[in-house]
T-cell receptor, first 114, second 113 residues
Framework: GQQVMQIPQYQHVQEGEDFTTYCNSSTTLSNIQWYKQRPGGHPVFLIQLVKSGEVKKQKRLTFQFGEAKKNSSLHITATQTTDVGTYFCAGPILSQGGSEKLVFGKGTKLTVNP | ETGVTQSPTHLIKTRGQQVTLRCSSQSGHNTVSWYQQALGQGPQFIFQYYREEENGRGNFPPRFSGLQFPNYSSELNVNALELDDSALYLC????????????FGPGTRLTVT
C-alpha cells in the first residue's frame, strides 16, 4: 500500500558531526511534515514543506522537499546533545475511503556521543 | 495559550474490556486526530474529527471509535481490547480539518494484559 519510508533507522554520531535523514513516499505528497520525539516524549512539530523543491532552514536544521514531491530530507549541521531523539517525516495520503490520512515514517533515531 | 492535554496518563486494562481516552485540543484548534504508537514505531493515524464528525480514518477496525464535542475536545473509545492494542495513544490538534501542523499531547500509555 501507499507508505512513507525513512532511512536510516538509527544514526549514531559524535557531537559536532553532521546528520541527515531521508524520507521517500510511494506517491506524490501535497506536503511533508517533520517531527521530533525526544525519548519518553511526544512528537513535536518542526516544519511543513509544501512547494516542489522547497528548502527551509531553522538554525542548524535544513529541510528539503524534492522536485517530484515524493522525497524529503532533514540535515542537521554540527549536532549537539540536545538534538538527540527520533525524527519522523509524515505526509497526507489518500485512504481507501477517499479521505486523507497522515502517514508517518518509522523514524530515524539519532544518538549523539558528547 | 493552552496546549493539548490527555487523560489518563497511564492505564492498565484486561483483554476484552473497553477503554475511553480523553483529549482537550490546543486553544484555537478545532480539529483532533488520534494516533497509535507502538514501541519503536512511528505514530499510526487512527482517525480525525472535525466539526464533531469523523473526517478521515486509517486502517483500524470499527471497535476503534471516537467523538468530538462542541468545545472541540475528543474521546477515543476502544472496545474488546486485544493484547496488541497496548501502545501509546496520542491525540493531536490542528485547525480547519486539514492534516497540517499536528500539535501532539503527552499521550496515554495503555497496557492490555
Amino acid at each position: 500500500g501507499q507508505q512513507v519510508m525513512q532511512i536510516p533507522q538509527y544514526q549514531h554520531v559524535q557531537e559536532g558531526e553532521d546528520f541527515t535523514t531521508y524520507c521517500n513516499s510511494s506517491t506524490t505528497l501535497s506536503n511533508i511534515q517533520w517531527y521530533k520525539q525526544r525519548p519518553g516524549g511526544h512528537p513535536v512539530f518542526l516544519i511543513q514543506l509544501v512547494k516542489s523543491g522547497e528548502v527551509k532552514k531553522q538554525k542548524r536544521l535544513t529541510f528539503q522537499f524534492g522536485e517530484a514531491k515524493k522525497n524529503s530530507s532533514l540535515h542537521i549541521t554540527a549536532t549537539q546533545t540536545t538534538d538527540v531523539g527520533t525524527y519522523f517525516c509524515a505526509g497526507p495520503i489518500l485512504s481507501q475511503g477517499g479521505s486523507e490520512k497522515l502517514v508517518f515514517g518509522k523514524g530515524t533515531k539519532l544518538t549523539v556521543n558528547p | 495559550e493552552t496546549g493539548v492535554t490527555q487523560s489518563p496518563t497511564h492505564l492498565i486494562k484486561t483483554r476484552g474490556q473497553q477503554v475511553t481516552l480523553r483529549c482537550s485540543s490546543q486553544s484555537g484548534h478545532n480539529t483532533v486526530s488520534w494516533y497509535q504508537q507502538a514501541l519503536g514505531q512511528g505514530p499510526q493515524f487512527i482517525f480525525q474529527y472535525y466539526r464533531e464528525e469523523e473526517n478521515g480514518r486509517g486502517n483500524f477496525p470499527p471497535r476503534f471509535s471516537g467523538l468530538q464535542f462542541p468545545n472541540y475536545s475528543s474521546e477515543l473509545n476502544v472496545n474488546a481490547l486485544e493484547l496488541d492494542d497496548s501502545a501509546l495513544y496520542l491525540c493531536a490538534s490542528s485547525f480547519g480539518g486539514q492534516l497540517y501542523e499536528q500539535y501532539f499531547g503527552p499521550g496515554t500509555r495503555l497496557t492490555v494484559t
